[in-house]
């Protein structure tokens, strides 16, 4: 380097042909841009932290509620009764709680796990196991089904709390055009009307009510659904619009509304029972639930019964419990929720089914029939005819408490509707960020409506029948193997417990690695495969379905199932990396969106995986017996 001295009035001092005014501006002009580019980075960090930045519970008792509100539901006072009733009572409860806790508590832990460590609903947790991202789409598919008869379900409850205000409940006195009919009020009342009637009575005034009034049921559906009924389309429109409210702004009003949605249910199911218990042969309805028939846990069909019920009670392969908890705070204590939850959900479905089942014993003792299977035929119906039947034995104002119980039922299934749509809206506003969450929602319930009209109409329970087995069970069944698969064989379980520890400071037993690693997957699949092998053609009432309907549900359940390698298929052909090999071994693993939502959280994650790797790296290198212990129970230690 030549540095040249000159006087004051010469010319300016130079370096390497550059003056030092210069190389002033120059360096000023580097420093100043290396700021704006280390800005720039900043502010990407940022931007992305605020693009994965959703809503959040205003506290962790809203979460709660939430959580109870959609998994003690619908499935618990509707379908549970019905599914014990069909399997033998009392044969059905012990694969039921031997399935709740080798399948349904643990899934329904796995799903808070996920959606709270990646704060994203049932499509984006998909990083986990990019080709698995059919997965979410699929239970997306089965939730739209679940959604829509659920809705058809709530303009009934609506119907019935409107008709209860009548000085007579319209369900609990026979029809001059009915025969073989018996009131469903109480006896002594109807004493002179029952003298009148044939002494083989078959069926009660509220299971003729529902099936000849109410949705005015077609026996054969070859020539068509028919057309739906505008008294129960009004009440489906006023249903869908319940739902919108609930759900417009997200987890705030959903949040608020859950305390209600979750505890008012109890108050009048528990009045309920307790007048149920009362009635006459109502003992033999209860003996006939709790009693086991040990023949009946030989039969596949059983066991697959007891894990969709499980399914749709706690609400598990369908999304909502994903999407609730990636609402959460990253550390929120989701352990003690997932226990509170699954525990009050069985509590509950047991507490429906001695009431139904008391309702059924006094049945039985009215019509004379020593069966209690042979009281009234299964189904949709069974909510609809057995508790109206009880409340119309209720001697001092029946009506208010008819009032109360439907508004009750609906209540339950506004809590189970607002969490499956706000699943689906989440799905649509997770992919579309710059979407308002209102007009998603307006949208979906708008198309949710005209979707439910068809479950309305005289042919509406065949195709409720034709999509809960179709299009909600198999698939639902179907695709909550394949996540349990994606997660916990693929991404694997001691992943699944660093995360746990990471997340919640909180080590895994070896309860829950043996159930997620062995017993919940191979059990799921065993019992699913089997129960395919021996399907047979669904019926309605002891009714086959014309050609058709058999067609169109397994073209329902292809759609749903076929979602999950249309979508694996589509992710390794825009993301190929190499030979097709390579590109499918690659996206069996997580990609880099995978993990926490924000940046800092993510970066220390990484950290302390590096670390576990490393402990587990260690033990391989100990002693076989060694490794296989470290292996077993090192991301359980403190």
């Known amino acids: 380097m030549e540095l040249k001295n000159v006087d004051q009035d010469g010319p300016p001092a130079t370096v390497n042909g550059d003056t030092i005014a210069e190389k002033d501006e120059k360096h000023e002009k580097s420093v100043n841009a290396e700021k704006a580019e280390n800005a720039e980075k900043v502010e990407n960090v940022e931007a992305q932290e605020a693009e994965n930045e959703r809503s959040n519970w205003s506290n962790g008792l809203e979460f709660l509620m939430s959580c109870i509100a959609v998994s003690v539901g619908l499935g618990n006072i509707w379908r549970f009764p019905f599914t014990a009733y069909e399997n033998g009572g009392g044969a059905f409860l012990i694969p039921y709680i031997i399935v709740l806790f080798v399948i349904g508590k643990p899934m329904y832990y796995l799903e808070m ?26 239970q997306a598919f089965a939730t739209i089904c679940i959604v829509t008869y659920y809705s058809s379900l709530l303009a009934l409850t609506l119907y019935y709390f409107f008709v209860s205000f009548q000085s007579e409940l319209p369900w609990s006195y026979c029809r001059d055009i009915w025969s073989n009919c018996v009131d469903s009020r109480p006896q002594e009342v109807a004493a002179n009307l029952l003298t009148l009637r044939n002494a083989t009575q078959q069926q009660s005034s509220s299971e003729l009510y529902f099936l000849e009034i109410v949705i005015k049921e077609k026996l054969d559906i070859s020539d068509g659904i028919g057309a739906p009924d505008w008294k129960l389309t009004l009440a489906i429109f006023i249903s869908w619009v319940v739902i919108f409210l609930v759900i417009m702004r997200g987890v705030k009003s959903s949040g608020k509304a859950s305390y209600f949605l979750a505890l008012f249910p109890y108050v009048i199911l528990f009045t309920l029972l307790g007048r149920a218990v009362t009635l006459e042969g109502a003992s033999d309805g209860i003996i006939f639930f709790l009693k086991p028939q040990w023949g009946e846990l030989l039969s596949p069909k059983v066991w697959k019964e007891a894990v969709v019920q499980c399914f749709f009670s706690l609400a598990v392969g369908t999304g909502p419990i994903i999407m609730f908890s990636s609402y959460n705070q990253f550390n929120h204590k989701i352990y003690r929720d997932a226990m509170i939850v699954t525990t009050l959900d069985t509590l509950t479905s047991l507490l429906g089914g001695v009431t139904i089942f008391a309702i059924l014993g006094n049945l039985a003792y009215n019509l004379k029939i020593d069966n209690i299977q042979d009281v009234v035929r299964s189904g949709t119906g069974l909510a ?32 189970s509707i607002v969490a499956l749509q706000s699943a689906l809206v989440t799905i649509v506003c997770d992919q579309f960020k710059n979407w308002k969450f209102w007009k998603v929602a307006l949208a979906s319930t708008i198309m949710g409506f005209l979707c439910s009209l068809v479950y309305v109409t005289p042919g509406g329970q065949w195709i409720l029948n034709l999509v809960d087995y179709y299009g909600g069970t198999y698939v639902v069944f179907l695709l909550a193997i394949f996540e349990v698969v994606g997660i916990c064989w ?53 009714l086959f379905y014309p050609p058709a309907g058999d067609v169109a549900g397994w073209l329902l359940f292809a759609i749903g199932a076929a979602q999950f390698p249309l979508w694996g298929i589509w992710y390794m052909s825009h993301h190929k990396q190499g030979g097709w090999w390579t590109t499918f071994t690659e996206s069996l693993k997580p990609s880099e969106k995978w993990g ?12 302390f995986k590096a670390d576990m790797a490393a402990k587990r790296a260690s033990a391989a290198s100990s002693s076989k017996m060694g490794a296989f212990w470290q292996k077993l129970t090192i991301s359980c230690r403190n």
């Open 596 to 607: 926490p939502a924000k940046a800092e959280t993510k970066r220390e994650w990484l950290i």
């Open 113 to 138: 796990v996920i959606g709270q460590f990646t704060s994203k609903g049932m499509v984006k947790i998909w990083s986990i196991c990019p080709s698995f991202l059919g997965v979410g789409y699929g």
């Open 490 to 542: 693929i991404y694997g379980v001691d992943n699944i417990c660093d995360d746990i520890r990471f997340m919640s400071n909180r080590s895994v037993s070896l309860y829950w690695r043996i159930c997620w690693g062995f017993l919940t997957p191979v059990l799921m699949i065993v019992i699913f495969i089997y129960s395919m092998a021996t399907t047979e053609p669904l019926k309605y009432s002891d």
């Open 384 to 415: 609809f005819i057995s508790y109206p039947d009880a409340i119309a034995k209720f001697e001092a104002v029946p009506q208010l408490f008819a009032v109360l119980f439907f508004f009750m039922l609906f209540v339950l299934g506004i809590g």
